[in-house]
């Protein structure tokens, strides 16, 4: 049996994120556990202690999430600077993953689903993506890299199409950030997919996705 554990914030959640989704591309011989919790940040996380009884589930694999949370204005609690304090708690993640013999896999921030009046996406994550990366590449860690994958697809999909995964608001409007069931589905496929790239010996625990909605 192979364990994956899911690390992170609401968008990886399984009301609210690709978490279901992911779940519903494992095959058997694998199982899932998902301790991402809303309004969560890479300093939140660690400090109410969620990392520790995420790492006493002792699974193989742990996909970290993180960025969303950590930005500006989410109060001093969460914020994080994403050169220094962001990059840094990543860095313990991985460190302390590896020591208990879990793999750690990096995950870059889903996209919001936020369009100019030209059509165009707005990266609103990109400090925090990069910083994930250059952790990645500096520890040689399995990198997801979701935010470019979902925004491809997001960017083929129009606001309309993306407006088909969001859920609304209580007035009507449209979530940006987080899922609905259909976008939990497409999301965490895209996720299963690329962690089959970045991590061979998960293709016997995932699916293969559709092409159409690979982004």
């Not at 193989?60 to 993180?66: A, E, H, M, P, S």
């Not at 793999?103 to 059509?119: E, K, N, Y």
């Not at 910083?131 to 399995?142: H, I, N, Q, Y």
């Given at each position: 049996m192979v364990r994956v554990l899911l690390v992170g914030d609401s968008t990886v959640t399984d009301d609210a994120g690709w978490g279901l989704g992911f779940r519903a591309r494992?095959?058997?011989?694998?199982e899932r556990l998902n301790h991402a919790m809303s309004g969560r940040s890479s300093k939140r996380y660690r400090d109410e202690g969620l990392w520790e009884t995420a790492m006493a589930t002792e699974a193989?694999?742990?996909?970290?999430?993180?960025g969303h949370n950590d930005q500006p204005g989410k109060g001093p609690e969460r914020e994080t600077d994403p050169d220094s304090g962001f990059?840094?708690?990543?860095?313990?993640?991985?460190?302390?993953?590896?020591a208990a013999t879990t793999?750690?896999?990096?995950?870059?921030?889903?996209?919001?689903?936020?369009?100019?009046?030209?059509?165009g996406l707005r990266d609103t994550l990109g400090p925090y993506v990069a910083?994930?990366?250059?952790?990645?590449?500096?520890?040689?860690?399995?990198l997801v890299d979701l935010h470019a994958a979902s925004t491809r697809l997001c960017?083929?999909?129009?606001?309309?199409?993306?407006?088909?995964?969001?859920p609304r608001e209580p007035d009507g409007s449209v979530d940006t950030t987080h899922l609905n069931a259909e976008g939990g589905l497409r999301f965490g496929g895209l996720v299963a997919d690329l962690t089959r790239d970045v991590v061979p010996e998960l293709k016997p625990f995932l699916t293969e996705f559709s092409p159409a909605v690979r982004g």
């Open positions: 494992m095959s058997a011989g694998a193989d694999y742990v996909l970290i999430q993180f990059a840094a708690n990543l860095a313990r993640y991985v460190t302390e993953a590896r793999l750690p896999i990096l995950v870059t921030s889903l996209t919001r689903r936020q369009f100019d009046a030209t059509g910083a994930t990366r250059r952790v990645a590449t500096d520890l040689e860690v399995p960017e083929t999909l129009g606001r309309t199409g993306c407006e088909q995964l969001s």
